[in-house]
């Protein structure tokens, strides 16, 4: 069994910068897909970021975010830089068989972690 536990989550300033972390608390993550996934109030869970066993990745946004993994640490990280109010959302962490943007990909999911951002 997968337990996943996001943490790193808060309030920030338009601009800010935060990095959220994902670690497991059961079975080593080095040989799942991992992912981010965000959703706002009203809106769908989208995907963030995504990596793979191997570090390949996948990134909505590329630029300000960066998605990484520690296998060692089995823990998974999502710095997020120049933070807009648009981010504002409750961020999960997933686990899954192979990097995708489905939801229905992941088998394990977190409890997620609010980020708010302030203009």
């Known amino acids: 069994q997968v337990q996943l536990v996001e943490s790193g989550g808060g309030l920030v300033q338009a601009g800010g910068s935060l990095r959220l972390s994902c670690a497991s608390s059961g079975r080593t993550l080095s040989t799942y897909a991992m992912a981010w996934f965000r959703q706002a109030p009203g809106k769908e869970r989208e995907i963030v970021a995504a990596?793979?066993?191997?570090?390949g990745t996948y990134n909505e946004e590329s630029g300000r975010f960066t998605i990484s993994r520690d296998n060692a640490k089995n823990t998974v990280y999502l710095q997020m830089n120049s933070l807009k109010p648009e981010d504002t959302a409750v961020y999960y962490c997933?686990?899954?068989?192979?990097?995708?943007?489905?939801?229905?990909?992941?088998?394990?999911w977190g409890q997620g972690t609010q980020v708010t951002v302030a203009s």
């Open positions: 990596i793979n066993w191997s570090g």
């Open positions: 997933a686990a899954g068989p192979a990097m995708a943007r489905a939801t229905m990909a992941y088998n394990f």
